[in-house]
């Protein structure tokens, strides 16, 4: 499995075709990224997003604006999934981090590990244990039962009743819900970002 941090975030390659270290940034994206200096046509929906992630203009959404209906649905869905729903912070990086892990997503990881991961809670040693949780002590009851669930969603899609059974002893419908849609939004995520190579981004020195 990944190192995913030693004094900061480890960069492994996706596969064996994956760029050289030599490569301009480690290129890997399959498609082109649009910079918003290119594009004025796109300045509006470029500032929603920026204003909407509290942030620059991240490699995601410069590949998702070559279809600006999907980056703009993208936006929105994103916000809804991790600022208006009443699963706390932590269980949400715990879900994202994980799934992270086992799709192989260098992206994810490097964006939430350590400054989100750490904003809300989650320790750099909670985040190594997250490779093999199963084997961990530092999880609660409740963590665990939502981490098998994600595990389930993300390695068979095929829930099995128990494993349902146990996380809805900890959560009522809305949260179920919430939870759920959390997992999936971050396995499509995931898939999309894997199958177009997306770029790391480049980090401040």
């Given amino acids: 499995?990944?190192?995913?941090?030693?004094?900061?975030?480890?960069?492994?390659?996706h596969s064996p075709q994956a760029a050289k270290p030599t490569d301009?940034?480690?290129s890997m994206a399959r498609i082109s990224l649009i910079e918003e200096q290119d594009?004025?046509?796109?300045?509006?929906?470029?500032?929603?997003?920026?204003a909407g992630r509290r942030g620059g203009l991240v490699n995601v959404y410069k590949l998702l604006l070559h279809s600006p209906p999907l980056a703009a649905t993208w936006l929105e869905h994103v916000n809804a999934v991790r600022w208006k729903t009443q699963l706390d912070g932590r269980l949400r990086e715990i879900v994202i981090i994980?799934?992270?892990?086992?799709?192989?997503?260098?992206?994810?990881?490097?964006q939430h590990v350590p400054a989100l991961a750490?904003?809300?809670?989650?320790?750099?040693?909670?985040?190594?244990?997250?490779k093999d949780w199963r084997a961990s002590g530092m999880f609660s009851e409740k963590e665990r039962a939502v981490l098998a669930y994600a595990d389930a969603m993300t390695r068979e899609v095929s829930v099995p009743d128990d494993v349902f059974a146990n996380v809805r002893r900890h959560f009522d419908e809305r949260a179920l819900v919430e939870l759920t849609v959390l997992i999936g939004t971050y396995n499509m995520h995931n898939r999309v970002m894997l199958a177009l190579?997306?770029?790391?981004?480049?980090?401040?020195?």
């Fill in 197 to 205: 190579g997306i770029d790391l981004e480049q980090q401040k020195s």
């Fill in 39 to 50: 594009h004025p046509e796109l300045a509006d929906l470029i500032q929603q997003i920026v």
């Fill in 1 to 13: 499995m990944l190192d995913l941090w030693r004094g900061g975030l480890e960069r492994p390659h």
């Fill in 118 to 130: 750490l904003a809300d809670g989650v320790t750099l040693a909670e985040c190594e244990a997250l």
């Fill in 24 to 26: 301009k940034l480690n």
């Fill in 98 to 110: 994980r799934i992270a892990i086992l799709n192989h997503i260098d992206y994810v990881l490097q």
